[in-house]
T-cell receptor, first 114, second 110 residues
Framework: DAGVIQSPRHEVTEMGQEVTLRCKPI?????LFWYRQTMMRGLELLIY????????DSGMPEDRFSAKMPNASFSTLKIQPSEPRDSAVYFC????????????FGSGTQLSVL | QQPVQSPQAVILREGEDAVINCSSS?????VHWYRQKHGEAPVFLMI?????EQKGHDKISASFNEKKQQSSLYLTASQLSYSGTYFC???????????FGKGTKLSVKP
């Protein structure tokens, strides 16, 4: 199995631009998580899907952030408009079931907003 | 509610032992432990599902005290490869969302 695949690996953009991060979970996994990692806040849970349905989006910072999971093999995290404080590493992770299962992380997307 | 990890950082010599603690103000269903090396993604170490459960892998083990809402990770006879940041993650309910602590940075020196 290829593992969780994220793209792009690095993204540099200017403030105000739209940014879209992509994630392909491991086949057969039905839970998908988006995390943001910074030095100050560590790993923050942004949103969590189960069977393509958002279960908990309380971690999404503000309306500029949105996430979708149109099918079991693809999810996007969009930031519009982007701001410098959004600069972070964004990780996608998937697991086999809803609870008590280990998470497999993608390699992350390093986002820099200038 | 984010779990609290302690210490924030620890430096060891090869062969020394370390304990990393994780505590929560809420009742826990389970506790996960992950290790992240610099520039890489977190990697799963183990999950504890029941109060009082203890698990081990090689020289890394963990315990879960459900009543105290705490878990501890034990690293014995540390190796250089143990260096990294260790995160505990807690599931506080049936929703299944996993919340991580801020991490403990472990550095093992020769």
């Amino acid at each position: 199995d290829a593992g969780v695949i994220q793209s792009p690996r690095h993204e540099v953009t200017e403030m105000g631009q739209e940014v879209t991060l992509r994630c392909k979970p491991i086949s057969g996994h039905n839970s998908l998580f988006w995390y943001r990692q910074t030095m100050m806040r560590g790993l923050e849970l942004l949103i969590y899907f189960n069977n393509n349905v958002p279960i908990d989006d309380s971690g999404m910072p503000e309306d500029r952030f949105s996430a979708k999971m149109p099918n079991a093999s693809f999810s996007t995290l969009k930031i519009q408009p982007s701001e410098p404080r959004d600069s972070a590493v964004y990780f996608c992770a998937s697991s086999f079931s809803r609870i008590n299962e280990k998470l497999f992380f993608g390699s992350g997307t390093q986002l820099s907003v200038l | 509610q984010q779990p609290v990890q302690s210490p924030q950082a620890v430096i060891l010599r090869e062969g020394e032992d370390a304990v990393i603690n994780c505590s929560s103000s809420k009742a826990l269903y389970s506790v996960h432990w992950y290790r992240q090396k610099h520039g890489e993604a977190p990697v799963f170490l183990m999950i504890l599902l029941k109060g009082g459960e203890q698990k081990g892998h090689d020289k890394i083990s963990a315990s879960f005290n459900e009543k105290k809402q705490q878990s501890s990770l034990y690293l014995t006879a540390s190796q250089l490869s143990y260096s990294g940041t260790y995160f505990c993650g807690t599931e506080g309910g049936s929703q299944g969302n996993l919340i991580f602590g801020k991490g403990t940075k472990l550095s093992v020196k020769p």
